[in-house]
C-alpha cells in the first residue's frame, strides 16, 4: 500500500493535476477544495504528507498549518503558495511547514519535494544521516562530525572550528534539510538566558558557511529569507540511488 497524501487545493486543475501525478508514482491521495474540510480532514484521518494551498475559501491555509500544529499534528505539510507570497512563505515556515513550493510549479520539482520531505521526515535517509548509537559520530554525506572532540572532516579533510561555530553545525545536522529559526539557534547553542541579539547566530552562520566551502558541492548552508537556515547535503557522492 502506498503512502497516503491530502492536497488541499480549490484550484479545480491543479488539484487534478497533483492527484494525477502523484498517484501515478504510487501515492494514496485524497483532495479536499475547501478549507474547513481539509481543516478537519487533516485532523481526523492519518497521512504521510499533506500539500497545503495558502489561499482556500472557508479557512486560509496559514489557520489550517498553524491549528494542526497546535493539535500537535507531525504530519509533514508542504505549503503551495504565488510567485509573490514571499511574506505567507516565511510565515508558514514559521509555523511549522517543512517546505514550500511557489506556483506555478513542474512536476519534477513537485515530485522530488514530496520525495525529499518524505525520506526526510520519516527517517528513511539512510546513508544521509547516519548517527553511532553512542553519539561519538554523524555522518552526512562527505561530512563527519565527531561531537566529542569537536572535530569535522569534509570530503577527507579536516575543518578547524571555533566552538559555537562547531555547535551551529552540530544543531543543524541533527536536522538536515529542516529550516531552523534564528531563534532556535540562539537557544540550543548559546541558551535562553543569552542576552546578545540575533546578529550573533548571523556571524557565526557566515563564518561557518565560508569554511565549507571546502566542498560547497557536498554541503552548504542555505539562508532562508526573515526565518533562519538549512543545512543542504549533496547525496549524489554517497548515495546515488537517492534524489
Do not use: C
Amino acid at each position: 500500500m502506498g503512502q497516503r497524501l491530502l492536497v488541499i487545493e480549490d484550484e479545480p486543475t491543479l488539484a487534478r493535476l497533483l492527484s494525477y501525478n502523484l498517484i501515478q508514482e504510487g501515492f494514496e491521495v485524497d483532495t479536499e477544495d475547501h478549507g474547513s474540510a481539509g481543516f478537519e480532514r487533516a485532523s481526523r484521518e492519518s497521512y504521510d504528507l499533506i500539500l497545503l494551498d495558502l489561499m482556500l475559501p472557508g479557512m486560509n491555509g496559514l489557520d489550517i498549518l498553524s491549528r494542526l500544529r497546535h493539535q500537535g499534528l507531525t504530519t509533514p505539510i508542504i505549503i503551495l503558495t504565488a510567485k509573490n507570497g514571499e511574506a505567507e512563505v516565511v510565515q508558514g515556515l514559521k509555523s511549522g511547514a517543512d517546505d514550500y513550493i511557489t506556483k506555478p510549479f513542474g512536476v519534477s520539482e513537485l515530485l522530488a519535494r514530496v520525495t525529499a520531505v518524505l525520506r526526510r521526515t520519516s527517517g528513511g535517509d539512510e546513508g544521509v544521516l547516519s548517527e553511532q548509537k553512542d553519539g561519538s559520530k554523524i555522518q552526512l554525506g562527505e561530512l563527519e562530525i565527531y561531537p566529542e572532540k569537536y572535530e569535522v572532516i569534509l570530503g577527507g579533510q579536516s575543518i578547524s572550528l571555533r566552538p559555537k561555530e562547531f555547535e551551529v553545525l552540530l544543531y543543524l545536522s541533527r536536522k538536515p534539510g529542516v529550516v531552523l529559526t534564528r531563534d532556535d539557534l540562539m537557544n540550543a547553542v548559546w541558551g535562553f538566558d543569552y542576552i546578545g541579539g540575533q546578529r550573533t547566530v548571523d556571524v557565526h552562520v557566515s563564518s561557518l558557511r565560508k569554511k565549507l566551502e571546502l566542498d560547497p558541492d557536498s554541503v552548504h548552508i542555505d539562508s532562508i529569507r526573515g526565518v533562519g537556515y538549512k543545512l543542504v547535503v549533496n547525496k549524489k557522492r554517497s548515495a546515488s540511488h537517492l534524489l
